[in-house]
């Protein structure tokens, strides 16, 4: 797969983290093609993190994840799931690697400051999320 997404999440963005990650995403040897900055909105957050919906921590998270802004961002390159998955670490950032987004800016696994697609049908539902049909045919995106 040559695409994945990512989100910078609000303790990211309030901690004026954003050029730090995205240097770290382009070291990586991934290519960002597309981004947007928004806010949240709790359908998306239904989408995005389906599979927590019925766990306890989810209304925090959601909360959380509706306190700031968010960076949605597009990358290409060859693997770029696992590109991606390995250059922004473990959910837990104390578990993640130093040289890792998490294991260098992450404080627990709520604020872990970056958001990845974990495989390609997870790719394909996220990114409908939040880019359009048109904005994804122009940057020359199937799903």
Not at 11 to 26: E, F, I, R
Not at 54 to 66: G, I, P, R, V, W
């Amino acid at each position: 797969m040559k695409y994945s997404l990512g989100m910078l999440k609000p303790d990211c963005l309030g901690k004026n983290l954003s050029n730090n990650v995205l240097d770290m995403v382009k070291l990586s040897g991934l290519t960002i093609i597309a981004s947007k900055t928004q806010r949240l909105a709790l359908n998306e957050i239904c989408i995005l993190y389906d599979r927590c919906r019925q766990k306890d921590f989810f209304k925090e998270m959601s909360a959380f994840l509706t306190s700031g802004d968010v960076l949605i961002f597009i990358v290409e390159g060859e693997d770029a799931i696992n590109l991606l998955n390995e250059t922004v670490g473990d959910t837990d950032p104390h578990k993640a690697t130093k040289n890792t987004i998490r294991g260098r800016f992450g404080e627990s696994i709520m604020k872990n400051i970056c958001h990845s697609s974990m495989d390609y049908e997870s790719f394909k539902k996220e990114v409908k999320i939040f880019f359009t049909e048109k904005e994804l045919k122009h940057l020359k995106i199937i799903t």
